[in-house]
Nanobody, 124 residues
Framework: QVQLVESGGGLVQAGGSLRLSCAASGRTFSSNAMGWFRQAPGKEREIVAAITGSGGNTYYLDSVKGRFTISRDNAKNTLYLQMNSLKPEDTADYYC?????????????????WGQGTQVTVSS
């Protein structure tokens, strides 16, 4: 079993920045792709960004391109999401996820492990 724990969420004004971290414990391998999802009240959970096991390829939701950066430090078993120029519409619970495969997917169904989430609130 793999445990994922998110941190770094909080309250920030529009235009501000936050960096989310996801610490993995248990059996974690560099071959596992990881991703960040978010879910706002009353909305479906959506993928925000994803990264391959090696970190060589990334994916971003169109609305966050140019503002968010996903990265990973496999030596530390940690995933990051740097969020800049935050907007009120970024307000949501953010979840870290990992899958056994090397390549990321866009659907939550392909991810095998999930954190419990961290709240991000952006005020206008």
């Amino acid at each position: 079993q793999v445990q994922l724990v998110e941190s770094g969420g909080g309250l920030v004004q529009a235009g501000g920045s936050l960096r989310l971290s996801c610490a993995a414990s248990g059996r974690t391998f560099s071959s596992n792709a990881m991703g960040w999802f978010r879910q706002a009240p009353g909305k479906e959970r959506e993928i925000v960004a994803a990264i391959t096991g090696s970190g060589g390829n990334t994916y971003y939701l169109d609305s966050v391109k140019g503002r968010f950066t996903i990265s990973r430090d496999n030596a530390k078993n940690t995933l990051y999401l740097q969020m800049n120029s935050l907007k009120p519409e970024d307000t949501a619970d953010y979840y870290c996820a990992a899958r056994r495969g090397e390549w990321y997917g866009r659907s939550r169904q392909v991810y095998d492990y999930w954190g419990q989430g961290t709240q991000v609130t952006v005020s206008s």
